[in-house]
DNA sequence: CGCCGACCGACCGAAACGGTCGGTCCACCG
DNA sequence: CGGTGGACCGACCGTTTCGGTCGGTCGGCG
């Protein structure tokens, strides 16, 4: 575990393999389904990884640790836009060059709608502490809707990017398809708007 | 198929088994998790479907039927602003009363990603087809981006509300969401009436 | 009462599962 | 030059899960 080369190459499994457990979850991705993504026999892929168990726990860690890295660079900002926008750049990056990985920090919404009962260590809870969310709270229920549509924006963007080879080209428009859910392009500084809408 | 009682049972069972076959795909799909996911055991679920693929084409058909509804309801509007919107007001319709059908709309994105080969007869492609959209074409790819970034936001956020039970609430917040994703500002200044256009 | 459709528990052969083992290949070191 | 060790694989093992079947229970209805 010395050289550089293997980390590489063991980090290329975990990306891989993020975007595998996130989208089907931990007990319908086969050990088979990894190595074929990532080009080795299952012998070969458990050459790198004792067993299963410790290939999702590095691939948790993996997310952890990248969602982690946005949420220290805008910790230094106060809430508003400017830290909303800091931290779309840096999820846009993470998002392009690890796509696995944000589709793992999206899975919890998509597998609590399938009523499947899940116990991750939820390292998307950065994500939306990054953005100021807190899940369980209804009190601002736009920003909420606004977030967890950037993200969801987010995630589909980097995955089709990444398959149509585009990720630099595209990377400015994500940023702006981003920010514009996030309902960025007008002065929003109205946090007691009376927004009865329409009964 | 005489009651109404028995298709509504069965829509039920499609917009779940959509959300599963969407994300896990076929394959890892099983009857076993359809039949949790509906609350019927697996002999009673293929009670009312003869096999696991009459089900997955019914699912497809199911989906198709939904996408085209989007599609024809739109086809009478020249491709702009109006016809966007009007296409998201009835994708959002679709997507907050069968969340899992919205899902397999985005499937082949994610899937590809996994260098998974489908061949489904992508009812996707009407929706994307609803927003003018030619997926092979790279002649505008802002528009590609902010059409696949809406459909991503409205995945999740359908999802979301679905789970979170806020679907009436969220509406339209969904809808400003997706609208602004697409890069549609909105109207919010003229002196005409913006915001009630959607009640 | 008898009938019928909805639904279930138990079961089947086959396939896939996680994991092991022995071996091949090859870069590198003496 | 032989040899040493890591990366990787094909074949295999015992177990679980797969799609699907079968016989049966239950309740509503004529």
Same mark, same amino acid.
């Given at each position: 575990?010395?050289?550089? =080369?293997?980390?590489? *190459?063991?980090? %290329? *499994? ?6 595998? =457990? ?5 007990? &319908?991705?086969?050990?088979?389904? $990894? ?6 026999? &299952?012998?070969?892929? /458990? #050459? #790198? =990884?004792?067993? &299963?168990?410790?290939? #999702?726990?590095? !691939?948790?860690?993996? @997310?952890? @640790? ?7 660079? $805008? ?14 750049? /840096?999820?846009?990056? !993470? ?17 609590? @709608? ?16 990054? =953005? %100021? ?14 977030? $967890? ?14 398959? @149509? ?9 994500? !940023? ?6 996030? %309902? ?8 007691? #708007? ?6």
């Amino acid at each position: 575990m010395a050289r550089p =080369f293997r980390q590489q *190459i063991d980090e %290329g *499994i975990l990306d891989r393999a993020a975007g595998l =457990f996130a989208r089907r979850g931990y007990a &319908k991705t086969s050990v088979q389904d $990894v190595a074929d993504a990532v080009g080795l026999s &299952k012998a070969g892929l /458990l #050459h #790198h =990884f004792p067993s &299963k168990d410790a290939l #999702h726990e590095a !691939v948790l860690a993996h @997310a952890d @640790a990248l969602g982690r890295r946005v949420l220290d660079g $805008v910790a230094h900002l106060p809430p508003g836009p400017a830290r909303d926008r800091l931290a779309v750049e /840096l999820l846009v990056d !993470v998002a392009l060059g690890h796509p696995g990985v944000v589709a793992m920090l999206l899975a919890p919404v998509t597998e609590l @709608a399938d009523g499947v009962v899940h116990e991750t260590g939820s390292p998307e809870h950065a994500v939306l502490e990054a =953005f %100021g969310v807190d899940p369980d709270d209804d009190a601002d229920p736009e920003r909420t809707v606004r977030v $967890v549509g950037a993200l969801g924006a987010l995630a589909v963007l980097a995955l089709a990017a990444h398959e @149509a080879d585009r990720t630099t080209e595209w990377r400015p428009l994500v !940023v702006a398809t981003c920010l514009d859910a996030l %309902g960025h392009r007008r002065p929003r500084t109205l946090p007691s #708007h009376p927004q009865q809408a329409e009964a």
